[in-house]
Each structure stands twice: as C-alpha cells, then as structure tokens.
C-alpha cells in the first residue's frame, strides 16, 4: 500500500521557520523525483520543491526566493522541507508527490497545513 505522510505544520510567527517532513511507503523510493506542492485557499495548488532521487538535483518555484531548502533521505525513504522566512502568503496546506522517474504516475500525501500568522 502506497503511502505518503506528511508532518511538521502548524502555527509560526512571520519570520519564522518550519520543517515539513513526508515519509514514503510501499514504493520504491529511488525511482521517484520527490516533490512539495501547496494550496492556500480558493487558489491552484502550485509547485514549491522538487529533488531528483540520485542526483539530489533541486528545483524551486519562483515564489521561494532561497527561503526554502528541499533534501531527501533515501536509506529512510524521506523528504523535507526546511522553511525560513516565512511570510503569512506562506499559508497553505502542503503536499508532499512522488513522480516516477520513468511513467509519470504521481501519488500524494493528505497534507499538512501551514499557517503563518502573528
């Protein structure tokens, strides 16, 4: 059973700094280029952060601007998301995907909600 679970949300201060933290099951993690998308309300969901499996070759969305930094864990079939800086346009829920490197075929955690607020 495919799995992706994603943790570390909640409630910072503008400013400040979360870890989102997505942990893979019932795959073969190699294969997939791991990447954090989100969706504040009443807009698109939209791309943050991908990592290449091997390569560990990173791509950012324009919006980022450095603040975030994504990283993988093979060996613990984990990936994250270090936040700083965040600002309250910051808030949304984030997923975590799973791209096959070879079919496309995507799978996605529930969520974790961010919310940036003072």
């Known amino acids: 059973q495919v799995q992706l679970v994603e943790s570390g949300g909640g409630l910072v201060q503008p400013g400040g700094s979360l870890r989102l933290s997505c942990v893979a099951s019932g795959f073969t993690f190699t294969n997939y280029v791991m990447r954090w998308f989100r969706q504040a309300p009443g807009a698109e969901r939209e791309f943050v952060a991908s990592i290449e499996p091997f390569t560990t070759a990173t791509n950012y969305g324009d919006f980022v601007k450095a603040r975030f930094t994504i990283s993988r864990d093979n060996a613990k079939k984990m990936v994250y998301l270090q936040m700083n800086t965040l600002q309250p346009e910051d808030t949304a829920v984030y997923y975590c995907?799973?791209?096959?490197?070879?079919?496309?075929?995507?799978?996605w955690g529930q969520g974790t909600q961010v919310t940036v607020s003072s």
């Open positions: 995907s799973a791209r096959n490197r070879y079919t496309g075929y995507q799978y």
